[in-house]
Nanobody, 119 residues
Framework: QVHVVESGGGLVQAGGSLRLTCTAS????????MEWYRQSPGNERKMVAG???????YYKDSVKGRFDISRDSAKNTGFLQMNNLEPEDTAVYSC?????????????WGQGTRVTVSS
């Protein structure tokens, strides 16, 4: 059974920083992809950062230069370092992990962690 848990959210002032953590319990299965999404009331859920198994990183344009995605492969743990936070970054942030099963790939989601940025 695959289990994904996010942590690290909180309330910060504009210009501050937070580091989110995504821990994936996948047993011996292979992680193909890890992505971070965010959703605020009245808006669609949007991808903000991702990292492939080969190490390629990609970001939503509005967070480029401010956010950095990384991983600790030995612990199946990913991180999202968020700097120079803006009120527009306020949202629930969720981690999606894509896992290679014998029957095909499947995506697993954590419960989300809330980030609030005050002006």
């Amino acid at each position: 059974q695959v289990h994904v848990v996010e942590s690290g959210g909180g309330l910060v002032q504009a210009g501050g920083s937070l580091r989110l953590t995504c821990t994936a319990s996948v047993g011996k299965l292979r992680i193909l992809l890890m992505e971070w999404y965010r959703q605020s009331p009245g808006n669609e859920r949007k991808m903000v950062a991702g990292m492939t198994a080969s190490g390629r990183k990609y970001y939503k344009d509005s967070v480029k230069g401010r956010f950095d995605i990384s991983r600790d492969s030995a612990k199946n743990t990913g991180f999202l370092q968020m700097n120079n936070l803006e009120p527009e970054d306020t949202a629930v942030y969720s981690c999606k992990v894509r896992v290679d099963h014998e029957v095909g790939v499947h995506d697993y989601w954590g419960q989300g962690t809330r980030v609030t940025v005050s002006s």
